[in-house]
């Protein structure tokens, strides 16, 4: 995508997952990046993710209690590729662990969103980290997927066009807003820490992969 697109209130409210409803109300307050093209507003996806990440890390580290991420991350939901891979083909086996693993029952509306999701804009963040995310129906809790890529990803299209190394998968229920949002701030926080990625960089295999991941949020 082009960061210097112009979206509209709809591509905004789907791509931070609230309503038109909130969005227009942030715009009116001038609590988000916009601005005005006749009687329409209009917002530019560099501005807006811009906004994004200053939002998930601004944050004091003592806003939120510890995430216990073992209570979100099955073991049988993360994997160690030591070959090439696409986005897409990292991106479906993903899908595939999530839905496997929770008995997910529309892998199809899973796959839309998440596809959908990398169409508007890629979640590939920088550092060689993508965070794929979205809210459905069709879920009760917030879960995880994880993949470390060891020759990287070189299709991501990630914001600092670096391979990605490091996906993770996020899905939640439409109605947990707070906790999402709460999710994705500790995780962005913790993958801030060089001497972290690194770490999770080291691992040779799943279970040293899942066992880094839990101490480290």
Known sequence: MDTH???TIKEVSEYLRVSERTVLDWAQKGEIPSGKLG????????????????RL???PPTAYPRIKLEMILNPNCLTVAEEKISKSDALNQLIDMLCETHEFKNKDELQQAIFA????????IGLGIAVPHVRLKNTENITMAAMLIKDGIDD???LDGLP????????ANEAQHTDYLKFLSALSKQLQAEQYREELLSVSDSDNFYMKLIRGI
């Open 57 to 59: 890390s601004s944050a």
């Open 164 to 171: 990605v190394k490091l996906i993770f998968m996020i899905v």
């Open 117 to 124: 999701r990398e169409e508007l804009m890629s979640t590939g």
């Open 5 to 7: 697109e112009i979206m």
């Open 39 to 54: 009687s329409s507003w209009r917002f530019k996806s560099e501005d807006i993710k811009a906004w994004l990440d200053d």
């Open 156 to 158: 991501y299209e990630a």
